[in-house]
C-alpha cells in the first residue's frame, strides 16, 4: 500500500492550495480517508477526514469552514482543498487510510500513511 500526497508549497497569507493523496489501494473506497498535519516541535493534527463513502466529513477546530476534504473513489484519491491560509497552517501534511476507525481523529486508528507533503504559508 502506498500513498502519496502532492500539491504542498509555499503560499501567501490568505491564499489558497489544493492537496492530492493518490493511493495504491486496491479497495481503495472501503477506507475512511484522513489528513493530519505536523509543525516543527509540535505533536501531529488532525485536520480533516471523510468517511469510505464520502457521506461524512469530520474537520478539527483550526481548520473548521476554510478547508474542505472530498475524494474521487473512481481515481483513488483524496483531496484537501484549503482556503484563507494563515501562516500557523504551516506544516508539513500527511494523508492516511483507515480500514474502520472509531475516533477519525486519533492518528492511531489509521492504518496507512503518506511521507507527508509541506505546506508553507508566508508573505
Known amino acids: 500500500v502506498q500513498l502519496v500526497e502532492s500539491g504542498g508549497g509555499l503560499v501567501q497569507p490568505g491564499g489558497s492550495l489544493r492537496l492530492s493523496c493518490a493511493a495504491s489501494?486496491?479497495?481503495?473506497?472501503?477506507?475512511?480517508m484522513g489528513w493530519f498535519r505536523q509543525a516543527p516541535g509540535k505533536e501531529r493534527e488532525f485536520v480533516a477526514a471523510i468517511a469510505w463513502s464520502g457521506g461524512m466529513t469530520y474537520y478539527g477546530d483550526p481548520v473548521k469552514g476554510r478547508f474542505t476534504i472530498s475524494r474521487d473513489n473512481t481515481k483513488n484519491t483524496v483531496y484537501l482543498q484549503m482556503n484563507s491560509l494563515k501562516p500557523e497552517d504551516t506544516a508539513v501534511y500527511y494523508c492516511?487510510?483507515?480500514?474502520?476507525?472509531?475516533?477519525?481523529?486519533?492518528?492511531?486508528?489509521?492504518?496507512?500513511w503518506g511521507q507527508g507533503t509541506q505546506v508553507t504559508v508566508s508573505s
Open positions: 489501494i486496491r479497495t481503495f473506497s472501503r477506507y475512511a
Open positions: 492516511a487510510a483507515a480500514r474502520d476507525p472509531s475516533r477519525y481523529g486519533v492518528p492511531h486508528e489509521y492504518d496507512y
